[in-house]
Nanobody, 116 residues
């Protein structure tokens, strides 16, 4: 059974930084695509960033140039470095893993609050 656990959320001031981490337990052999998503109350979950099995990265326009997704395949972890945080980045952040295009796993979410 694969489980994802996020960490690193918290409170940051506008312009500050936070680093989120997502660790997978269990066997995740296969072609893996990792992504981060976020959700605020009353809104649909929003895709933020993705890293493909080949290491290619893509970002939502709203975070391009400020956020960086990276992974450590040996440790089965994926991180999201968030710089230049804005109040509108406030959300619960979720990591997602899609294995071999079939098996989908979500983390439980971690709260990020950007406020002065």
């Amino acid at each position: 059974q694969v489980q994802l656990v996020e960490s690193g959320g918290g409170l940051a001031q506008p312009g500050g930084s936070l680093r989120l981490s997502c660790a997978a337990s269990g066997s995740i052999n296969g072609i893996n695509v990792w992504s981060w998503h976020r959700q605020t109350p009353g809104k649909q979950r929003e895709w933020v960033a993705q890293i493909s099995a080949a290491g290619n990265t893509n970002y939502a326009a709203s975070v391009q140039g400020r956020f960086t997704i990276s992974r450590d395949s040996a440790k089965n972890t994926v991180d999201l470095q968030m710089n230049g945080l804005k109040p509108e980045d406030t959300a619960v952040y979720y990591c997602k893993l899609v294995r071999s295009g079939v098996h989908v796993h979500w983390g439980q979410g971690t709260q990020v609050t950007v406020s002065s």
